[in-house]
């Protein structure tokens, strides 16, 4: 089984690396969402603060590193570059399914080398709900956080993945109870995230009924796990797997539509990831509601690359961010969630049909 998992995963690295896996046909629905541009922003760029405080911690910048791998060698070199860069910027990063680990503890490496290299960091530990519905529970979430010495859990949900993987574990049934358990139980914050295909406004008002701290709606976009699948499946001449890739390539929510239907359902802190891919980007989600805005795709290469490539990453994402508050004339954080955003395209058609006020965006700052 550990061979399997660590096969797995030097798989999925390989063909993010190497293929094509963005979305095709779905957009984030970012390019539907505008912010008003001040042509007199009367407050001075250096002076801009894009320091939050979230889950009681104090980042530099609304940015976190998303969830990405472990259980190889390649991924240790990996996390290691991650948490380096993420140290240095004051940041924060999640690490992949910890599955491989808490099954074979000589992987453990992997993902405690986060924790090494990024002593005062935000970390999330993650494990995954097709985990929990087939016997996960308290014990393994507590040692995955141990593992890390995590400021959080992130609970991962990716059942579409796992319906095209030829390996995939499709049992969901009895999951929000188990995650509901380890809420009760565990001393860190529990946040549920989605793996690229967005979390609708049901889903987070049930997973704010259970007490998680934060939602993740990771919507679509960006990269897509089917067109990893699709990938696997085409090298391994499965063509019955590479047929179901191909069907559910674009499937899923559009981060954007997923971003506004559930900060507008629910209280708790929302991550903003999914194909985002720049500052502006960054600025957009912030405006319209997330806490913190998570990106992985872009950060891979870098990664591979070293920490200071990470790291020049980093610093070039948050000044489009700087630049972007700057454009819009907001000096903090707290400010650019009432900045003025017009939301047009497909992304209003969605929220018209499914009864979300999206014209609450353009008439702040009146």
């Given amino acids: 089984m550990a061979k399997k998992i660590e096969g797995r995963k030097n798989d999925h690295l390989e063909i993010c690396l190497r293929e094509n896996v963005q979305a095709r046909r779905v957009t984030t629905g970012f390019e539907d969402v505008h912010l008003v541009h001040k042509a007199l922003p009367e407050i001075n760029q250096k002076e801009i603060d894009l320091s939050t405080k979230v889950f009681n911690h104090k980042f530099a910048a609304p940015l976190i590193v998303e969830a990405m791998t472990g259980g190889t060698p390649k991924a240790t070199k ?13 940041l924060g990063m999640g690490v992949g399914s910890q599955r491989a680990a808490l099954e074979t503890p000589n992987m453990e490496i992997s993902f405690s080398i986060a924790r090494k290299e990024a002593p005062d960091a935000f970390l999330i530990a993650n494990i995954g709900a097709p985990q929990l519905a087939k016997g996960y529970g308290v014990k393994e979430a507590e040692k995955a956080v141990k593992m890390l010495d995590a400021d959080a859990l992130a609970i991962h949900l990716n059942p579409l993945q796992e319906a095209i993987q030829p390996e ?199």
């Fill in 78 to 90: 990996i996390n290691a570059a991650i948490a380096r860069a993420v140290q240095e910027l004051g």
């Fill in 168 to 366: 995939g574990e499709t049992s969901y049934a009895g999951v929000v109870k188990t995650i509901e358990k380890i809420i009760n139980t565990l001393d860190v914050p529990v946040i549920v995230k989605e793996t690229g295909c967005g979390i609708a406004a049901e889903e987070a008002k049930t997973l704010e009924a259970i007490g998680v701290a934060a939602i993740d709606v990771a919507g679509a976009g960006g990269t897509s796990w089917a067109a990893v699948e699709y990938h696997r499946a085409k090298e391994q001449r499965d063509e019955f797997r590479q047929r179901l890739g191909e069907t559910f390539w674009d499937w899923g929510i559009p981060t954007a539509t997923s971003l506004i239907e559930t900060t507008q359902q629910v209280r708790i802190p929302v991550i903003a990831s999914g194909g985002m891919r720049s500052g502006v980007d960054a600025g957009k989600a912030l405006a319209l509601g997330a806490s913190l805005v998570g990106m992985a795709h872009p950060i891979l290469d870098p990664a591979l690359h070293g920490a200071e490539n990470v790291k020049k990453k980093l610093q070039l994402i948050l000044e489009e961010l700087r630049n972007t508050m700057f454009l819009v004339g907001t000096s903090s954080v707290p400010k650019i969630k009432k900045a003025p955003i017009v939301v047009t395209g497909k992304t209003a058609d969605w929220l018209t049909t499914r009864g979300f006020d999206f014209h609450v965006y353009a008439r702040r700052g009146r």
